[in-house]
């Protein structure tokens, strides 16, 4: 019923492509977060999606309606904004009913429903004062209150915590998630944060120059990213890259190191000859004595993070970083042994970046 | 900003320069208002002996009251009384029209966001600069053909219309700063264009409409060489009536009731100032919505 797809999405201003060719199916009460950098798209798309700006070819179905060409307020749809968007002059309560009022809702009704999402939101106390009256906390919740009132199932949310402080970012987090679970609305959610996304989807969308390099659940982005872009963009610190050529025996050849990558699944089955980069997560890599791992390298300096330590190590003038308990860290030697889990690990090809 | 409130925390001596000129700035200022003042209220025996800037030998209302109601403009001598209601009937609507197409010009060309929409503001721009006087003519042909030249209806209709680019200006540059992310959520609400300038926009737009509305009312309200031209004799504004009063030939000159008569026609004016100054300068000074 609020399934929705996007086919072929393109956008362009002047010569500049923002969306190349789009496409997405979510499935109804899903989750999704669109994932990227600043400048990648991402609002671009939400506002085609919402119907506040228009795409140059591609179609939008919600629930198997083609919506395309529809103003937003009859895409059975509600967003909200980054920086709340609330009516400055019209207090919370008649902020919560004005799209009812525009569509004639009787009185009783529109009344009925601001009184059950206030409460959901706990916004009760609220609702006789102007938004210049509340906190940045509360105008977010308000503007989420506006979303839910209207709403049918889909809502769409455009950055909606990044002008929080860390703690209420966590907080309202853990609510909107909470708040997908009981209503079972269809979420479609934009942020450059990736705790937000990791934490908050059912599935992940990463989006890079106007385009979605991979859609998955978060923990497969994070496991099994489609490309080298995925790979180091999420995960913190970046994904550890190391450039080599793949050999026809399946070995990765690095100068006058071999690592055998037997233990590595490639995707189908083939693996041709060519350059390739070995991309391996900090907590993937484990310290051994030197010469008894894949490589050796040496010690750079160790951060101590307090649940656990980040060693970083040079190798061939890269910097690797290595995940680690802290009494470990404590005892590096100078030169260490790294041997690598080349389950978790990720080979791409150098030329495209596509994973192999 | 810096206001007469921070005053302790500046040196002594720049605290007295600053109010030795403020003050001498407001005696520049109110001097000749003064002068004009002070001879409203003198017997025509004071000003006959000559000099204008003694004070007066004794205080009299008679030339306000002449000014008022008995003063001849004209062949007419009823004063400048039946100009004060044209005035009104002229200036109220005049504005009120004038600020609301003002802000429904200013609010879609800043919601507009194309070269095209540029293009437009600067033409519109254009009209500031280019002297009445000039378009009088072109004007007093587009009314005849109207058929509203010389008539109630026409002088209100010049007077928005030559207010349009200074109000669309105003109103433009107060609604780039408005974050368009609320005019997005209006839509999303389901609201029209219009149904978001009137139920969202404008009641955020008060500092601004005051501004706007005083400016053209002391505009339309001191206005003469259109009144003289598009109202009409049954609609002469004050300002007309003032000048003829100032220059009736016919009987002696009397500065005294001229004097008053200026007054008389400049007190709408202060009042606004005074009643609605302190909305004027928060309009000027703060900038778009807050929160
Ligand atoms: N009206 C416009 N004319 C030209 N280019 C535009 C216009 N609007 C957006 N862009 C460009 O489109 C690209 C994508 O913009 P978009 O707002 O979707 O980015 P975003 O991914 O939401 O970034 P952020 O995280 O900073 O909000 C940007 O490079 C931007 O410069
Ligand atoms: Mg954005």
Redesign the interface.
């Known amino acids: 019923m609020y399934n929705i797809s996007l086919n072929k999405i393109r956008k362009t201003y002047g010569d500049l492509t923002i969306l190349h060719s789009v496409e997405m199916e979510i499935t109804e009460g899903e989750f999704v977060v669109i994932l990227g950098s600043s400048g990648c798209g991402k609002s671009t798309l939400l506002n085609i999606v919402a119907g506040l700006d228009t795409c140059d070819s591609g179609q939008i179905l919600i629930g198997d309606k083609d919506v395309t060409d529809l103003e937003p307020s009859d895409r059975d749809l509600s967003m909200v904004f980054q920086s709340y968007a609330l009516f400055p002059s019209m207090t919370v309560r008649r902020n919560l009913s004005f799209g009812m009022e525009v569509a004639r809702v009787p009185k009783a009704e529109r009344e009925a429903k601001v009184a059950k999402v206030a409460q959901l939101l706990q916004i009760d106390a609220l609702l006789d004062r102007k938004p210049s009256q509340l906190s940045g906390g509360q105008r977010q919740r308000v503007a989420i209150g506006r979303a839910l009132v209207r709403s049918t199932g889909v809502c769409l949310f455009d950055e909606p915590l990044s002008n929080l402080d860390a703690k209420l970012r966590t907080e309202t987090r853990v609510e909107l998630k909470k708040l997908h679970n009981d209503l079972g609305f269809t979420m479609l959610y934009v942020t450059h944060d990736q705790v937000e996304a990791m934490t908050m989807a059912d599935r992940v969308a990463v989006m890079n120059k106007g385009r979605v390099e991979q859609f998955a659940p978060p923990q497969e982005i994070y496991e099994k990213p489609a490309n080298l872009f995925v790979a180091s963009f999420v995960g913190s610190p970046e994904i550890n890259q190391i450039a080599g050529h793949l050999s026809g025996n399946g070995s990765l050849d690095i100068g006058k190191t071999h690592i055998d990558l037997s233990g590595y699944a490639f995707e189908n089955g083939t693996r041709p000859a060519q350059d390739a980069i070995l991309a391996v997560r900090c907590e993937d890599i484990k310290i051994v004595p030197p010469a008894a791992g894949h490589i050796t390298a040496q010690l750079d300096f160790v951060e101590l993070l307090g649940a656990d330590a980040l060693a970083w190590v040079l190798y061939h003038g890269k910097r690797l970083s290595v995940r680690m308990g802290v009494d470990q860290a404590r005892a590096l030697e100078s030169e260490v042994g790294l041997q690598f889990d080349l389950t978790k690990a990720s080979v791409f090809c150098t030329k495209d970046g596509h994973r192999l | 900003m810096s206001s007469p409130a921070n005053a302790a925390a500046m040196p002594r001596v720049a605290v007295v320069g600053m109010y030795a000129f403020l003050i001498v700035s407001a005696l520049f200022f109110l001097a000749p208002f003064l002068v004009i003042l002070i001879n409203s209220v003198k017997p025509m025996a004071d000003i006959r002996s000559g000099n204008l800037l003694t004070l007066p030998s004794e205080i009299t209302f008679e030339p306000w009251r002449i000014a008022w109601s008995s003063a001849c403009t004209g062949l007419d001598c009823s004063g400048i009384k039946p100009g004060l209601w044209n005035s009104i009937l002229i200036t109220v609507p005049a504005v009120v029209i004038s600020v609301l197409t003002g802000a429904l010009n200013g609010y879609a060309l800043a919601q507009w966001r194309s070269r095209f929409a540029d293009w437009l503001m600067l033409f519109i721009l254009i009209g500031l600069f280019v002297p009445y006087q000039a378009m009088l003519y072109p004007t007093v042909k587009i009314l005849s053909g109207m058929g509203i030249f010389r008539s109630y209806t026409g002088i209100i209709f010049v007077h928005v219309v030559y207010g349009l680019p200074y109000t669309t200006l105003l109103f433009r540059n107060f609604y780039v700063g408005v974050?368009d992310?609320?005019s997005?959520?209006?839509?999303?609400?389901?609201?029209s264009f219009l149904?978001t300038f009137w139920?969202?926009i404008l009641?955020?737009s008060t500092n601004i409409i005051v501004v706007v509305a005083i400016l053209q009312f002391t505009g339309i309200w001191n206005d003469y060489l259109l009144g003289l031209i598009f109202a009409g004799n049954d609609n002469l504004p004050m300002t007309v009536q003032l000048t003829n009063i100032v220059n009736n030939s016919r009987g002696a000159a009397e500065p005294n009731v001229n004097m008053a008569a200026a007054l008389l026609a400049a007190i709408p004016t202060l009042i606004v100032y005074f009643v609605s100054g302190r909305y004027f300068v928060r309009g000027i000074a703060t900038g778009a919505?807050?929160?």
């Open positions: 974050p992310e609320i997005r959520a209006a839509r999303m609400e389901g609201a149904r139920s969202v009641p955020i919505v807050k929160g």
